[in-house]
């Protein structure tokens, strides 16, 4: 089958799951080509994704507070200004440096990177549509299909990434719109709202479900998560439909209908922000060249070894099943590579954290209180509130909450909920006592640095396991 050169291990996408994939198994030992046709590397993550909504989130952040909450700490401040050409060239610094530090990598660990599009001729053959212009052929003893996701279209609100946006145009606007509306109150919807909101827009989010969050987040969390955001002045209309929309005038008009039908209304944006969940993107890979189909939500089917029915070509991140997040897309890549270089690997689907990065944040790992009523498990629950804290209390940031749930008979911790700051960086060592299969009372015995908010997760842990100290 070899038409061209014959490498070990052929990537396609450059995203986090394709060039970590590429990197480990280069250190594994194989010879490997990564093809990305975006022209820089890391993928959604690093381009339009995790990264430069964290850069505006930061900034965003720290501009409000400068804003709004410095006379209470004993700063005066005098004329504070957004400049936010600034802050969107500082985002791209901040871009520019992860993209470029991945070429590195690739450069160090011998991992050969390709600019351009790939499509199958064949189950071992690719052609590659080079960015600068030509063709070119390569084959795979192991082909990784790594392609990623992009944004769900809305019927009838064509998106120009400008009046009408996906969270890429979202990312980039070079004014702060009068009034944004947000169809879709899941993560993005809300890390994206509470960028433009801190920066000086109205705006409101119209979301379908009773509650916010998207799936899998905890139905107390979500709550208060919309009490906390409401209280920054971000507008909710929940179990709202959007319907359909006209972008023709000055004002996008959407036209909105209650969930459960009738109540009726129209509402004006000077822009719209699609974030009603994403789909697999698998588009111009030739698939139905080597006759691979995808499932009816745009998905790769594959085995527990990343395999498709042929089984050389495996698929990693967000184009199969699973939740679309980066670090489960890493989490895949290694163990795609040592599935194929050493025969076994792991992935523990289990202990995948979820994190959202709004104020405060929202973050969580293992199961949610629904989901243990659900399958009839008996569970304590341990809380503590950061308003208890005294780092939170130092630091004048005392919203939320941890919540442990540890299973009734045995101890052992099964999910941990947070809101509050820093609830992102806390809710590692959930994962790693989930991990380990820690009992809440492993928590509560282990030495937390005082005045630290991971005090408040050992907190918890001593209410769920039933000897609270400062409670
Ligand atoms: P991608 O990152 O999408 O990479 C796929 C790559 O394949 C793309 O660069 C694409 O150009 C390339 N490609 C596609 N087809 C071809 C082809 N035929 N030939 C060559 N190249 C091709 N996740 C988190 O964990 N934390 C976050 O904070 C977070 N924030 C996010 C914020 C936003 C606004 C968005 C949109 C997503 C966010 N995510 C976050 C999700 C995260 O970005 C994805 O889960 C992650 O990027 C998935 O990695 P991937 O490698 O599977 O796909
Ligand atoms: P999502 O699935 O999280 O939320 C979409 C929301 O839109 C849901 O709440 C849904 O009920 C609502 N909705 C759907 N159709 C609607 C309609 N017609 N009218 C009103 N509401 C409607 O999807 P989202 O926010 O687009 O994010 C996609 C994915 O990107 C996330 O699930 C996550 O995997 C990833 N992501 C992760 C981040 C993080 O880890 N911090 C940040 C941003 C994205």
Redesign the pocket.
């Known amino acids: 089958y070899a038409t061209s050169e014959e490498k070990d291990m052929v990537i396609?996408?450059?995203?986090?799951?394709?060039?970590v994939a590429a990197i480990k198994a280069a250190q594994l030992g194989l010879k490997v080509s990564c093809?990305?046709?975006?022209g820089t590397?890391?993928?959604?993550?690093?381009?339009?994704?995790?990264i430069?909504?964290?850069a505006l989130l930061n900034n965003s952040h720290l501009y409000h507070t400068v804003l709004h909450d410095t006379a209470g700490r004993g700063i005066e401040v005098g004329d504070v200004k957004l400049n936010l050409a600034k802050m969107m060239s500082s985002k791209e610094d901040s871009v520019t440096g992860l993209t470029k530090g991945v070429e590195f990598l690739f450069n160090k660990n011998g991992v050969e990177y390709i600019k351009?599009?790939?499509?199958f001729t064949g189950e071992h053959d690719l052609k590659?549509e080079l960015n600068d212009g030509g063709e070119r052929t390569i084959s795979g003893k192991n082909i990784i299909i790594?392609?990623?996701?992009?944004?769900m279209p809305f019927p009838g609100l064509e998106v120009d990434e400008k009046r009408i946006i996906?969270?890429?145009g979202?990312?980039s606007l070079d004014k702060v719109p009068e009034h944004l509306v947000v169809i879709g109150g899941g993560?993005?919807g809300l890390?994206?709202g509470s960028v433009w909101s801190r920066l000086g827009a109205k705006v409101t989010v119209v979301e379908f479900q009773e509650r916010i969050g998207g799936p899998g987040m905890d139905v107390e969390l979500a709550k208060d998560s919309l009490k906390f955001l409401k209280k920054q002045k971000i507008n909710f209309k929940m179990s709202t439909k959007v319907m359909s929309g006209d972008a023709s005038g000055d004002k996008i008009k959407l036209e909105l209908e209650a969930a459960k039908g009738g109540k009726q209304e129209t509402l004006e944006a000077d822009v719209v922000l699609l974030a009603i969940g994403?789909k697999p993107?698998?588009?111009?890979?030739g698939l139905e060249n080597i006759g691979i189909e995808p499932d009816e939500k745009g998905r790769l089917v594959i085995d527990s070894e990343y395999r498709t029915k042929i089984p050389h070509i495996r698929v990693?991140?967000?184009?199969t099943f699973g939740?679309?997040?980066?670090?489960?897309?890493e989490e895949e890549?290694v163990a795609v590579a040592e599935y194929i270089v050493n025969g076994h690997g792991h992935v523990n689907y289990g202990t995948i954290p979820s994190?959202m990065?709004t104020h405060p944040e929202v973050a969580w790992v293992g199961q949610t209180e629904e989901q243990l009523k659900e399958d009839g498990v008996t569970y304590n629950v341990g809380n503590f509130k950061f308003s208890a804290n005294s780092r939170a209390k130092t630091n004048l940031d005392t919203e939320g909450y941890v919540k442990i749930l540890a299973d009734k008979e045995t101890d052992r911790i099964l999910g941990a909920h947070i809101i509050g700051p820093n609830a992102g960086e806390m809710i590692a060592e959930a994962t790693l006592a989930i991990e380990y299969g820690a009992s809440s009372e492993d928590i509560a015995r282990t030495c937390h640095a005082h005045p630290t908010l991971a005090e408040a997760f050992k907190e918890a842990a001593m209410s769920a396991y039933g000897q609270p100290i400062h409670q």
């Open positions: 396609i996408g450059g995203g986090v799951a394709g060039y093809i990305e046709k975006r590397l890391g993928g959604t993550c690093l381009n339009v994704g995790c430069p909504s964290k351009g599009a790939a499509s590659i790594a392609t990623g996701s992009e944004a996906t969270s890429t979202a990312l993560i993005i890390e994206m994403r993107y698998t588009g111009g890979l990693i991140g967000d184009c939740p679309m997040l980066a670090h489960k897309a890549a994190v990065y």
